[in-house]
Every structure is written in structure tokens, then in C-alpha cells.
């Protein structure tokens, strides 16, 4: 069973700083998808940003970007430049290409102002 | 972006009655849609997933009969969660999407169940 693991469940950054958040997944399969959802207190799920485990170049949307190590099962999210209103709880997920979405258990990220 | 809505947005009701949540895709026809359950500080646990004029697929310990899900029409799911007890009041999240091998999924804003 595929399974997807985010080991911070809480960060902090000072608000125009840099913050990574980490993710690693497991997976037999060669043909998948890696999403980054953002929650914020209002509940809606917004997509951060997508990879798709083909391509070997990291996606980038605006100050979001990733580092996608396929051989490390690893998907971890910077985000530059932070603001207020990236605070949030992160979710990674990863999805086989015709299948179900798999969450990791979340983190927290605060901004300081 | 597509559109996602749920109907209602929280909802309190009586242990014992049922209760029943929309969600629409507004611009797209979604030949799947997800239903997914969010406790609170917790991750989202996939509850079903129904495709359009099929019976719903449940995960694994989740009860179809206390759960029912009909996906009537390209544009509607809902969720009727029956004879409510207590431990059922949750978050209730669907999800859409267009077509089985497309990437993008998209969420409706939640629904607050809270049953007394």
C-alpha cells in the first residue's frame, strides 16, 4: 500500500524567510502524481502545486517550489518569500495515475510576523 | 479553477435522524467525485469514491449502509449519513474530479456536521 509521510507535524518562519517542508512517500509504481495541498482555517483545500513523477524537472508556482528526488521517494515543498497568508496546514499527496489521492498526516506552518 | 460547492456548510441534527450533503461540480462535469472525512487536527481519510450512475467503491471500514452515496448526475454526489450518532460528527470533504486519469481534483469547501 502506498503511504505518504510528512515527519514535521508543526513549523515556524519568520515572515519573508525560507521554509522546506518534507515528504516522503512509498510506492512500487513508476507513473504517479505528487500534489501539495495547502488548508487554511477556513478548511478549503487548495493545490499548492503538482509533479508528476515522469518529468525530472522540480515544478515551481511562484515562491512555492519543490525538490522531487524520485530514488529517495522524496517530495519537499520550499516556500520563498513567506506571507501572512501562507499559514496554513500542508498536505502532501500522492496518487497513482488512475487511483485514489493519499494524504500525509499534515503540517502546521506558522508565520511570524 | 473549477468549482466545487457543498450544501449545507455545517449542519447540527438529533442522534438518530439522517442527514444528507450535497456537492456539486459548477462548471465541469465530474465523472468521479470523493468523499472524504477530516477529524479535527487530523489528516483527510478517503470514505468512498462514486462514479457517475455506478454504485460508490468504499475504503475499507467505512459502513455503506450508514454512509449512502449517489452519484445521480455528472454535476451532483451526496452523502447521506444515516441514523447520526455522536462519533459522526465530523468534517465531510468531496472532491471532483474530470475524468479517471487527469491529474487535478478539485475540493469542495467542507461541511460541518455536529450531531447532539
Known amino acids: 500500500a502506498q503511504t505518504v509521510t510528512q515527519s514535521q507535524p508543526e513549523m515556524s518562519v519568520q515572515e519573508a524567510e525560507t521554509v522546506t517542508l518534507s515528504c516522503t512517500y512509498d510506492?512500487?509504481?513508476?507513473?504517479?502524481?505528487l500534489f501539495w495541498y495547502k488548508q487554511p482555517p477556513s478548511r478549503q483545500m487548495i493545490l499548492v502545486i503538482r509533479?508528476?513523477?515522469?518529468?525530472?524537472q522540480n515544478a515551481t508556482e511562484n515562491r512555492f517550489s519543490v525538490n522531487f528526488q524520485k530514488a529517495a521517494k522524496s517530495f519537499s515543498l520550499k516556500i520563498s518569500d513567506s506571507q501572512l497568508g501562507d499559514a496554513a496546514m500542508y498536505f502532501c499527496?500522492?496518487?497513482?495515475?488512475?487511483?485514489?489521492?493519499?494524504f500525509g498526516t499534515g503540517t502546521r506552518l506558522t508565520i511570524i510576523p | 479553477g473549477a468549482v466545487v460547492s457543498q450544501h449545507p456548510s455545517w449542519v447540527i441534527c438529533k442522534s438518530g435522524t439522517s442527514v444528507k450533503i450535497e456537492c456539486r461540480s459548477l462548471?465541469?462535469?465530474?465523472?468521479?467525485m470523493f468523499w472524504y472525512r477530516q477529524f479535527p487536527k487530523q489528516s483527510l481519510m478517503l470514505m468512498a469514491t462514486?462514479?457517475?450512475?455506478?454504485?460508490?467503491?468504499?475504503e475499507q471500514g467505512v459502513e455503506k449502509d450508514k454512509f449512502l452515496i449517489n452519484h445521480a448526475s455528472l454535476t451532483l454526489s451526496t452523502l447521506t449519513v444515516t441514523s447520526a450518532h455522536p462519533e459522526d460528527s465530523s468534517f465531510y470533504i468531496c472532491?471532483?474530479?474530470?475524468?479517471?486519469?487527469?491529474?487535478?481534483?478539485?475540493f469542495g469547501p467542507g461541511t460541518r456536521l455536529t450531531v447532539t
Open positions: 472532491s471532483a474530479r474530470l475524468g479517471q486519469a487527469l491529474p487535478q481534483q478539485y
Open positions: 510506492t512500487s509504481e513508476s507513473d504517479y502524481y
Open positions: 509533479q508528476e513523477a515522469y518529468k525530472q
Open positions: 499527496a500522492y496518487r497513482v495515475s488512475i487511483g485514489k489521492l493519499t
Open positions: 462548471d465541469f462535469q465530474a465523472t468521479t
Open positions: 462514486s462514479n457517475e450512475g455506478s454504485k460508490a467503491t468504499y
